[in-house]
C-alpha cells in the first residue's frame, strides 16, 4: 500500500451499494458506507421503549447491574447516546483527516526506517549489535501502530466518510495473518454485533478460554492458563484460525454438506495464501535483502529481528484486547430476547460489556484506542481520535445511571484477566462438593466416551 496523498474532502466517492445505516445495525454494513447518517434508524434495532423491566439476578445468580434500570431509562439513555454520536459524526473534517494520514506517515517512515536499520543488524559494536536493537523495536511498534491505529480503525469504516479509495475499508490490506475479509466478517459482523452474548459471540474467549462463569466448564479448559500465553505470542495466526472459524469446521465437518466444506476449503485457501505472504515478506524477502551488508550472519540477525518484533506486536495487541473484552467487572448476557433488543439496549449491553484502559495520549494511541473500549464498542465507526473527546460524557451518564464503568491501569487489568484465566480454568464452586471430585468424575466420563468436550 502507499500512502493516500492529500486531497480535498470533496473527493469522488468510492462507489457503494449499500444503504447508510446507524452501527448499531449487524455492523458488516458499517464496513461498506462512506457518508454515514448515523443517528437513522437501524435495520435491525429499534427506538421503541423496552418491553419490560430487566430481571434482578442472571440465570447463574449474580445480580444484573443494570437491573435497576426502567424501560424508560434506558429508552432516555439511548437517545442521549445518539446525540452524542450525532454531534461527533456530523462535525468531522479536515482535522480528523489530517490526523490519519499523519499517522500512516509516522507509521510508514517507522517501518522503512526500522527495516533500513535492520539492513545492518548483524554489526557488532563494542560487543552488541545497536542496529539490530534499534531495528526490531522501531519495527514492533510500526508492526503495532499498523494494526491498530491504523488496520483495525480503518476496517471498521471509521474513515471511509473521507472518500479516500487508498484509507477506505473496502480496500484496506492488513499486516496480519488473517485476510481482512474474514476479520471483518468476525469482528464487524459478529462480534460488534453480538457483544458478550453467550453462545453468539466468540470472541468471548475465542472458543479456547472460559472467562466467564456462565460458560460451560470441561476439560479442555484445564490447561487454558499454559494456552492463554502460547496464544499471545501467536496471536496472528490464533486470529487468523479463529477468523476462518477452524475450531467451528473441526467441530462439524462431520454434518457438514460438500457445499459448506467447499467454501471452509476456499476459506482456508485464502487464510494460508495471507500466512504465506506475510512470512515470505518477513522472514525470506528483508533478510535476503541484509545479505549484501554482512552475509548470511547479517540475513539471520535480520530474520530474528522480524520474529521478535512480530512476537511483540502479538503479545501487545492480545494484551489490549483481553484488557478491553474479560477484565473483573465485565459482563455478560443471555442469549434471551437479543434479537428484540432496542437501540437502547444494545447500548447499555456495550457498556457494560467493555473495560477501558486509563493512561497516556502515547498509550491510547499505541492501543489504537481500543483503551477507550467501552467508546468504541458504543460507536464502532467513529473516528478513534475522537473517543477520548466523548469518554468524559460516557462516563458521566454511566454514573448518573449507576452503571459501572470498568477502567483501570494496563498492568492491573491484564493481571485481573490472567487472574480470571487460572479461576476459571476450574469448574465453578458447587456447595457441598469439592472441585476435585468434580475434575475426577468429568474426567471418568471424558475417559468413557473418548471426548474432553472440544472438537470431538
Known amino acids: 500500500m502507499t500512502l493516500a496523498p ?135 511498534l510500526a508492526k503495532i501502530l499498523e494494526n491498530m491505529e491504523i488496520g483495525h480503525n480503518v476496517m471498521h469504516g471509521q474513515w471511509d466518510w473521507m472518500r479516500d479509495p487508498k484509507i477506505h475499508s473496502t ?125 548470511p550472519s547479517n540475513a539471520l540477525h535480520t530474520l530474528t529481528a522480524n520474529v521478535v518484533a512480530n512476537l511483540i506486536r502479538n503479545v501487545w495487541t492480545n494484551t489490549v484486547i483481553i484488557c478491553g473484552h474479560f477484565p473483573t467487572g465485565i459482563s455478560t448476557f443471555d442469549n434471551k430476547d437479543i434479537d428484540t433488543e432496542t437501540r437502547g439496549e444494545w447500548y447499555v449491553r456495550q457498556m457494560l460489556g467493555s473495560g477501558n484502559i486509563s493512561g497516556s495520549k502515547l498509550m491510547h494511541v499505541m492501543t489504537g484506542n481500543l483503551s477507550h473500549q467501552i467508546e468504541h464498542h458504543l460507536w464502532p465507526d467513529m473516528p478513534s481520535n475522537r473517543y477520548a473527546q466523548v469518554a468524559p460524557r460516557v462516563k458521566a451518564i454511566m454514573a448518573r445511571h449507576d452503571l459501572p464503568y470498568v477502567e483501570g491501569p494496563l498492568l492491573k487489568q491484564a493481571a485481573s484477566v490472567y487472574a480470571k484465566v487460572v479461576e476459571l480454568s476450574l469448574p465453578n464452586k458447587v456447595e457441598g462438593r469439592r472441585r476435585r471430585d468434580l475434575i475426577r468424575l468429568a474426567a471418568k466420563k471424558a475417559w468413557r466416551t473418548r471426548s474432553f468436550g472440544r472438537f470431538a
Request: aromatic share 8%.
Open 6 to 140: 492529500e486531497r480535498p474532502l470533496t473527493h469522488e466517492p468510492v462507489p457503494m451499494h449499500r444503504a447508510d445505516v446507524a452501527p448499531t445495525a449487524p455492523h458488516q454494513v458499517g464496513t461498506g458506507h462512506t457518508v454515514v447518517t448515523h443517528h437513522d434508524a437501524s435495520t435491525r434495532l429499534s427506538n421503541a421503549t423496552p418491553a419490560a423491566q430487566r430481571p434482578a439476578y442472571k440465570r447463574s445468580g449474580r445480580p444484573n447491574p443494570a437491573a435497576h434500570l426502567t424501560p424508560e431509562q434506558i429508552a432516555d439513555l439511548g437517545r442521549e447516546l445518539d446525540a452524542i454520536q450525532r454531534e461527533v459524526m456530523d462535525s468531522r473534517g479536515a482535522k480528523d483527516a489530517a490526523y490519519i494520514r499523519r499517522i500512516i506517515t509516522i507509521q510508514r517512515s517507522l517501518e522503512l526506517g526500522s527495516r533500513a536499520v535492520l539492513l545492518f543488524s548483524g554489526v557488532k559494536v563494542k560487543g552488541i549489535r545497536p542496529a539490530w536493537w534499534l531495528g526490531t523495536a522501531g519495527l514492533g
Open 171 to 295: 480496500a484496506w490490506e492488513w499486516d496480519n495473518a488473517s485476510p481482512s475479509s474474514q476479520w471483518k466478517h468476525s469482528h464487524n459482523q459478529i462480534h460488534h454485533t453480538f457483544t458478550n452474548v453467550l453462545g453468539r459471540d466468540n470472541d468471548l474467549g475465542y472458543g479456547i478460554l472460559r472467562v466467564d462463569p456462565d460458560q460451560r466448564w470441561s476439560l479442555f479448559f484445564l490447561f487454558q492458563p499454559i494456552w492463554h500465553v502460547g496464544n499471545a505470542l501467536m496471536f496472528e495466526y490464533s486470529i487468523a484460525a479463529y477468523d476462518l472459524e477452524l475450531g467451528g469446521y473441526l467441530a462439524k465437518r462431520k454434518r457438514m454438506t460438500e457445499e459448506q466444506k467447499a467454501h471452509f476449503r476456499s476459506e482456508a485457501r485464502k487464510t494460508l495464501a495471507k500466512i504465506g505472504n506475510q512470512m515470505t515478506k518477513d522472514y525470506l524477502v528483508h533478510p535476503a535483502m541484509a545479505l549484501p551488508f554482512g552475509g
